[in-house]
């Protein structure tokens, strides 16, 4: 092809090449054009004037000389878009390897192959770094659980809270999307809450229709597997998500009051002072304030605004004093010495509370605490039975 000017752009001699030119003459017109129109120096018009010669090769008979062009094009940062699809329609092995690599694939045209594509392409689209909103929200909605599968382990993109909730609606009855899903360290914490609750659903009816254990104690059970579930999903918030979720889940009947004390017992106060803010309308930085004071009487007030029993004011007492006495202690520490400390408050510091009603308050605490704080809640207890 020595005779062959490119600068000269006169496709006339490129056409008798692809007419009746040998194949070593088509591989190297191939290889000379292909370069031209990776080299994004070249003239605008240098690289305009070859897109024809180049939409023929791209649909060559032989196929070797399509997978020549497509090996090269996949380095050029601009294409023709005609070019671009040809090359996408071709066979898997020259198609695919191609769309998963070529930048010259905008949104657009990532949208217009999911559209018409099949599944191949959609898996190749699914994988792509860089992946646009449009393209994320088209596959979400639209693609089968492969390719949203395929989506999910791409790690090169970002998922908006949007799309994460249309794939848990979409797909929560299938368990390896939904593994996948709570896999992504940036899933919505309302998506794992909104999981919780069905799964321990799905726990509760199984056990009824089982009939494993009688209905009371299942009851507690999945209440009481939930409800830590819920705590943990909570502990593991930032403050800004914690203030989105406690309305959250209040919509969803899962501010509960047994939930608050649990997050009480497990010294969660940044929680339980929003959940009580949220439900007797106390606007969040006083109630902070009343908190960080200590000032009983004023989040007394609140807490019975908020509904919750007062029968129970006390183990929220006892908690933000155990909190407040242990803040310079490490936190390894503080932690294995909240639960017992807690405990010793609520049976030795308040004259108001009664025998009966210390009794009452370490049932709770044995109901809703961590292990060691339940055993020693139960055992004295107990001895308050034996006393009776």
Same mark, same amino acid.
């Given at each position: 092809?020595?005779?062959?000017?490119?600068?000269?752009?006169?496709?006339?001699?490129?056409?008798?090449?692809? #007419?009746?030119?040998?194949?070593?003459?088509?591989?190297?017109?191939?290889?000379?054009?292909?370069?031209?129109?990776?080299?994004?120096?070249?003239?605008?018009?240098?690289?305009?004037?070859?897109?024809?010669?180049?939409?023929?090769?791209?649909?060559?008979?032989?196929?070797?000389?399509?997978?020549?062009?497509?090996?090269?094009?996949?380095?050029?940062?601009?294409?023709?878009?005609?070019?671009?699809?040809?090359?996408?329609?071709?066979?898997?092995?020259?198609?695919?390897?191609?769309?998963?690599?070529?930048?010259?694939? #905008?949104?657009?045209?990532?949208?217009?192959?999911?559209?018409?594509?099949?599944?191949?392409?959609?898996?190749?689209?699914?994988?792509?770094?860089?992946?646009?909103?449009?393209?994320?929200?088209?596959?979400?909605?639209?693609? #089968?659980?492969?390719?949203?599968?395929?989506?999910?382990?791409?790690?090169?993109?970002?998922?908006?809270?949007?799309?994460?909730?249309?794939?848990?609606?979409?797909?929560?009855?299938?368990?390896?999307?939904?593994?996948?899903?709570?896999?992504?360290?940036?899933?919505?914490?309302?998506?794992?809450?909104?999981?919780?609750?069905?799964?321990?659903?799905?726990?509760?009816?199984?056990?009824?229709?089982?009939?494993?254990?009688?209905?009371?104690?299942?009851?507690?059970?999945?209440?009481?597997?939930?409800?830590?579930?819920?705590?943990?999903?909570?502990?593991?918030?930032?403050?800004?998500?914690?203030?989105?979720?406690?309305?959250?889940?209040?919509?969803?009947?899962?501010?509960?009051?047994?939930?608050?004390?649990?997050?009480?017992?497990?010294?969660?106060?940044?929680?339980?002072?929003?959940?009580?803010?949220?439900?007797?309308?106390?606007?969040?930085?006083?109630?902070?304030?009343?908190?960080?004071?200590?000032?009983?009487?004023?989040?007394?007030?609140?807490?019975?605004?908020?509904?919750?029993?007062?029968?129970?004011?006390?183990?929220?007492?006892?908690?933000?004093?155990?909190?407040?006495?242990?803040?310079?202690?490490?936190?390894?520490?503080?932690?294995?010495?909240?639960?017992?400390?807690?405990?010793?408050?609520?049976?030795?510091?308040?004259?108001?509370?009664?025998?009966?009603?210390?009794?009452?308050?370490?049932?709770?605490?044995?109901?809703?605490?961590?292990?060691?704080?339940?055993?020693?809640?139960?055992?004295?207890?107990?001895?308050?039975?034996?006393?009776?």
């Amino acid at each position: 092809m020595s005779d062959v000017s490119i600068k000269a752009f006169n496709t006339s001699i490129f056409d008798r090449v692809l #007419d009746g030119g040998s194949f070593e003459e088509k591989r190297n017109l191939t290889e000379q054009l292909g370069l031209l129109a990776c080299d994004m120096e070249s003239a605008r018009v240098e690289r305009d004037a070859i897109v024809p010669t180049l939409l023929r090769l791209a649909v060559d008979p032989i196929k070797g000389i399509r997978s020549l062009l497509a090996s090269i094009l996949v380095h050029a940062v601009e294409l023709h878009p005609d070019l671009v699809f040809s090359i996408i329609a071709d066979d898997e092995d020259i198609s695919l390897p191609f769309l998963a690599e070529t930048p010259a694939l #905008d949104r657009l045209r990532t949208l217009a192959v999911l559209k018409v594509g099949d599944k191949a392409r959609q898996l190749v689209l699914a994988s792509r770094e860089g992946l646009a909103d449009e393209a994320i929200k088209y596959i979400v909605e639209n693609c #089968d659980s492969e390719v949203c599968s395929a989506l999910l382990d791409n790690e090169k993109i970002e998922v908006n809270t949007q799309n994460y909730r249309r794939l848990y609606v979409r797909f929560r009855d299938v368990p390896e999307i939904i593994e996948q899903l709570l896999d992504r360290h940036d899933l919505p914490l309302e998506v794992r809450i909104l999981q919780a609750k069905r799964a321990s659903n799905n726990v509760h009816k199984l056990m009824a229709e089982r009939g494993w254990i009688p209905a009371n104690d299942a009851e507690e059970i999945i209440v009481d597997a939930e409800e830590t579930t819920l705590l943990k999903i909570l502990s593991s918030a930032k403050q800004n998500e914690l203030d989105g979720l406690i309305p959250f889940l209040s919509s969803k009947n899962l501010l509960t009051p047994s939930l608050i004390l649990r997050a009480a017992l497990s010294n969660k106060l940044a929680i339980v002072s929003r959940a009580i803010a949220y439900l007797s309308s106390t606007p969040m930085v006083k109630l902070e304030r009343m908190f960080a004071d200590n000032a009983v009487m004023a989040i007394k007030s609140s807490y019975n605004k908020a509904g919750l029993p007062k029968s129970c004011f006390h183990i929220i007492r006892a908690a933000l004093d155990a909190s407040n006495e242990l803040k310079e202690v490490p936190d390894r520490l503080a932690k294995q010495q909240f639960g017992p400390r807690l405990v010793e408050y609520l049976m030795t510091r308040y004259s108001s509370v009664s025998a009966q009603d210390k009794s009452m308050l370490l049932e709770i605490v044995g109901r809703l605490s961590d292990e060691n704080t339940r055993a020693l809640a139960r055992r004295l207890a107990e001895q308050f039975k034996l006393a009776a």
